[in-house]
């Protein structure tokens, strides 16, 4: 028998391409550095983002996010303009990281960007601008319908500061929320960022002892393939790929197309649990 959504009892979401629309944040925000550069296209910039973002946190796991975003940005600044490549971060220590055999000593843990060595002005803005990209049109009815049926968590390759502002844009005020999240887990809060398998594992930990659902329950729901739906499928998690379009980032038709379900928009599923719920 097909699997239905409503076997499940969790939606663990993938945020920034799932329900933000970051992508048309990060071109918009590198437009000025980058036009009549060899990456001032679209989809040159976000090739070049992804590579630099992806090389960062895998050799910085613990590296909060905000300097991530404000390391890639001088990096592809000096690519673009033919600079040199800025110097690694200073004031780095070994960080202790949970596993799921104990912790170990892994990655490394940098300096904030108020330091001596802040990056220009620019670079900050980039970091701290997380809060100011756009939800689709779709996500919040969307998670206002999903709410209704299942516990809505978070695994996001973000800081907590930065995903306060996100949270609040999509949840609504404290005092008059739309819905709340049941759960939310962060790349800063796991020491390690998707795909690396120790952030998944730490936030299904995290949810069967928190929530009390075994992971057999929780359907991950991400627009990027490569950060969420192949490491998890791969790990007998049940998938619902959310395939927008035009989506660059993390985009694999043929390891997406695998996912348990698949849908063109969150609004799609949504309307999909509906119609399972009404017996329609």
Not at 108 to 116: D, E, F, K, N
């Amino acid at each position: 028998m097909s699997p239905k959504l409503t076997d499940y009892k969790v939606i663990m979401f993938d945020v920034y391409g799932t329900l933000i629309d970051w992508e048309t944040a990060i071109a918009r925000a590198l437009e000025p550095t980058l036009a009549g550069t060899p990456l001032a296209s679209r989809d040159a910039a976000l090739t070049a983002y992804c590579s630099v973002e992806r090389d960062l946190q895998t050799r910085y796991p613990t590296m909060l996010y905000s300097e991530v975003l404000a390391r890639v940005y001088a990096e592809l600044e000096a690519r673009a303009h033919n600079k040199l490549t800025p110097a690694e971060p200073s004031g780095t220590t070994a960080a202790s990281v949970e596993t799921s055999t104990g912790t170990v000593t892994s990655g490394t843990t940098v300096g904030s960007s108020a330091s001596a060595s802040e990056p220009p002005d620019a670079h900050t803005a980039f970091g701290q601008s997380i809060g100011s990209w756009a939800p689709f049109p779709d996500t919040i009815p969307a998670l206002v319908t999903l709410s209704k049926h299942f516990k809505l968590t978070v695994l996001s390759n973000v800081d907590r500061a930065s995903f306060a502002h996100t949270q609040h844009a999509l949840e609504g005020p404290p005092d008059a929320p739309r819905f709340r999240f049941s759960a939310i887990y962060t790349a800063e809060d796991a020491g390690a960022y998707k795909p690396d398998p120790r952030a998944r594992e730490y936030a299904l930990r995290r949810v069967e002892a928190e929530l009390g659902v075994p992971r057999e329950q929780v359907l991950v729901v991400a627009a990027s393939v490569a950060h969420d739906i192949q490491p998890s499928r791969e790990v007998g998690l049940g998938t619902a790929w959310i395939s927008r379009k035009g989506t660059q980032i993390g985009w694999d038709e043929a390891e997406g197309s695998k996912a348990t379900f698949r849908f063109d928009t969150l609004g799609e599923m949504a309307d999909a649990v509906e119609k399972e719920t009404s017996g329609a």
